[in-house]
C-alpha cells in the first residue's frame, strides 16, 4: 500500500514543541534579581526638615534663631551632626534676648556632643556694633564661648580694616584677635598696640580642629 499524509500535521506538532519549552523554562535555576544599597548606613538621617525657622537653646537659654531651607539630623555618623547643606542664617541673642550678631553661611555643621559649629563656604558675619566679618571657613566653640578660624579672613569695624590667616574672638566679637595680619589703622591705634606688645609680650598656639575627634586645643603662653 501506498503510504500517504492525511491532513496537516502542524496542528499536532506545535502544542508538543510548547509543552518542552515550557518544561525546560520550569526547570531553570530561580535567580533573585537584587540591586546593591544606595545608601551606606552611616549616611542615613534620622530627622530632615524643610523651611526651618527654629530657635536653639543652650542651658536653657535661648541663643539663637536659626532659619535654613534644609536641616538634617544624622545621629549615625561619628559624631553625630546637624547639617546644613543648603545655607544657614542665624540670629544670636544674649543672655536678655536681644540682638548681638548675625551669622551667615552657605554650609553649616553643628557637632551636638562636642557643642561645635563649623561654618563653611561664604560666611559673613555683622554684629551689632557694626563689625563686618567674611571668610570661608568659621568654628563657633560653645563650650569656650569663642570663634575661630584658620584660612583667610577681612574684619571691617567703623574704626579699622584687617585680614589675616588666623582669626580668634569671643562669642560677640567684641574681643579679637587677627594673626599674619595687614590692614589699614589709626594712628593712635598702631602706638596703643605697640606700647601693649612691649608691655606684655603673649605667643598664643593653637592646634587645629578636627570635627571628626574630640577637641584638642594646646596653648602657651609666655611672658617676659
Known sequence: MEGRIVGNPLPRIIPCLLALSLSFMACEEQ??????????RDSVASMVTYGVNALISDSGVIKYRIVAERWEVNQRRNPSRWIFDKGVFM????????VQTYIQADT????????????????????????????????????????????FSQLVTPERTLQGTYFRSDEYMRKYYVANSKGSFEKGDIMNEEKESKANKDT?????????????????????
Open 108 to 151: 553649616a555643621y553643628h557637632y551636638d556632643r562636642l557643642r561645635l559649629w563649623e561654618l563653611r563656604g561664604r560666611v559673613h558675619v555683622l554684629t551689632k556694633d557694626g563689625l563686618d566679618f567674611k571668610s570661608e571657613e568659621l568654628f563657633y566653640d560653645m563650650g569656650q564661648h569663642e570663634f575661630f578660624s584658620h584660612v
Open 31 to 40: 535567580k533573585e534579581h537584587t540591586a546593591p544599597a544606595i545608601y551606606d
Open 91 to 98: 540670629t544670636q541673642f544674649d543672655e536678655s534676648f536681644h
Open 204 to 224: 598664643t598656639t593653637f592646634m587645629p580642629l578636627r570635627p571628626q575627634a574630640q577637641p584638642q586645643r594646646k596653648i602657651t603662653i609666655t611672658n617676659d
